[in-house]
């Protein structure tokens, strides 16, 4: 899975669309703000679950440099 801090997660799941921007990951846990700003946390193999399902698309900031 290649997803870092400040990559955006658009969860397609339990009929609506949310975003979620990715704080970090540690210890095996993702570390979000969700739309309503509110921290949470999941773990990362819960997320690859969701990843494999096709509820998440991965949007990663674009790099200046490009």
Known sequence: ?????????????????????????NNNVVKYFDEMNRYQQMPIVRLQEMINNHQVEILHPLDPAD
Do not use: E, H
């Open 1 to 25: 899975m290649d997803i870092q801090g400040g990559d955006k997660l658009l969860i397609l799941a339990g009929g609506r669309q949310q975003t979620w921007v990715i704080s970090a990951i």
